[in-house]
């Protein structure tokens, strides 16, 4: 029977945190889902941590490739994924555990092609621990938007503002599963989103934080620092 919803998440040395993550699914309130966890060639643990949960859970998917990239990650992920909607989660986040039941009262209210929820951003330590809210990307309202239109001004506007980058997004499947991530190039969900656009009629917003992004600040700066300035440029141009 096809599950509501597909989550996939690439793993590559995430020893650290993967359990948090795997473990923030199966106490969600909604269970029909699958999770496709993909090691993309880690070198520590993992590989033994996901084979462990697929053995304790049948709606747990392991899977092992050589490593390729977290976008290599999300294109192998897509091709195995059953559900109605697909998204995509790190594993060093976690959800809230109110997030899927949302996404299903989501889509049985009105079958809409993607949904966006909100998410926490928390700055902290390797261990999640000693953590600081940076920011919740939240809107003032939920929107509910029905007509290709509305829906195409309204992404857009999210891109100008960096918030589409910054939030949680479920996908219809049979929409997204026409799209690959590029796999030489950051911000590569930025090009696939903007595509995506042309096939999306219906959204809509849930302005709660249900999911948790970690940053690890020691990490991160570079990465953001470059991923900025091509943002900057690119949507200025």
């Known amino acids: 029977m096809q599950p509501l919803l597909s989550i996939v998440i690439p793993i590559y040395n995430n020893e650290r945190t993967l359990k948090k993550m795997v473990d923030s699914i199966l106490v969600q309130k909604f269970d029909d889902w699958e999770v496709l966890l993909v090691d993309d060639g880690a070198t520590d643990s993992c590989p033994q941590i996901i084979d462990d949960y697929a053995k304790s859970d049948n709606r747990i998917k392991a899977f092992h490739k050589q490593n390729g990239g977290a976008y290599s990650g999300f294109n192998f992920g897509l091709k195995k994924a059953n559900g109605k909607y697909i998204t995509f989660g790190a594993a060093d986040d976690t959800y809230e555990p109110t997030a899927f039941a949302t996404i299903a009262e989501q889509a049985a209210e009105c079958d809409y092609d993607i949904i966006f929820m909100s998410m926490n951003c928390y700055e902290c330590d390797n261990n999640q621990e000693n953590k600081k809210?940076?920011?919740?990307?939240?809107?003032?309202?939920?929107?509910?938007?029905?007509?290709?239109?509305?829906?195409?001004?309204?992404?857009?506007?999210?891109?100008?503002?960096?918030?589409?980058?910054?939030?949680?997004?479920?996908?219809?499947?049979?929409?997204?599963?026409?799209?690959?991530?590029?796999?030489?190039?950051?911000?590569?969900?930025?090009?696939?989103?903007?595509?995506?656009?042309?096939?999306?009629?219906?959204?809509?917003?849930?302005?709660?934080?249900?999911?948790?992004h970690y940053i690890y600040i020691y990490i991160y700066i570079r990465y953001r620092y470059q991923y900025w300035n091509w943002k900057i440029s690119f949507v200025s141009t």
């Open 133 to 212: 809210l940076l920011s919740s990307h939240t809107l003032k309202n939920p929107l509910k938007l029905t007509d290709k239109k509305s829906v195409q001004l309204e992404c857009i506007n999210f891109l100008k503002i960096g918030c589409m980058d910054s939030v949680m997004q479920v996908y219809k499947a049979n929409i997204i599963k026409k799209y690959t991530y590029r796999e030489d190039i950051i911000a590569a969900d930025l090009f696939v989103n903007l595509q995506v656009l042309e096939d999306i009629n219906s959204a809509s917003y849930y302005n709660k934080p249900l999911y948790n």
